[in-house]
């Protein structure tokens, strides 16, 4: 698949995790799949999480150097973390958009790249160990605050 046909399915991808349904009145706030996904407790966010893990995947794909990939996954880890808090999680999601931002700083780096890249094996092996190590926290975090909830009754 070339370059700009990937870009360009990213792009809705990102728009369909981000904001497929748009707030009436509003450009910049909306709720996509993600945002759906989250009301799911704890399955919700790891699916979410996976699919924007994907997007990621498809940056190192695309020589994404490292100092992008890790502003990518740093977006991802906000928008992971502030997902496990129950309605504040949800109304972030409508107005952070990971998704959108990782996209809009890999087509950045795509329009006008530098010297660096990082298409290496390596390189996309180290990001599932990220991603699965950040599915590994939201696990523990959200076990220990559902048993939080559950032990307050």
Known sequence: MSVPARRQRLQRLAK???NAIELPGSRRFGIGLDGLLGL???LGDLAGL???GYIIIEGVRLGAPLSLVLRMLGNVTIDAVVGLVPVVGDIFDCVWHAN???VALLDRYLDNPGGESCR???MVLAV???LLGLIAIILYAGIALLKAVLGAF
Do not use: C, E
């Open 50 to 52: 996976a699919l924007s």
């Open 16 to 18: 369909l995790l981000d």
């Open 100 to 102: 959108q931002r990782n």
């Open 40 to 42: 799911i407790p704890g």
């Open 128 to 130: 599932v160990l990220a």
């Open 120 to 122: 290496s094996k390596l």
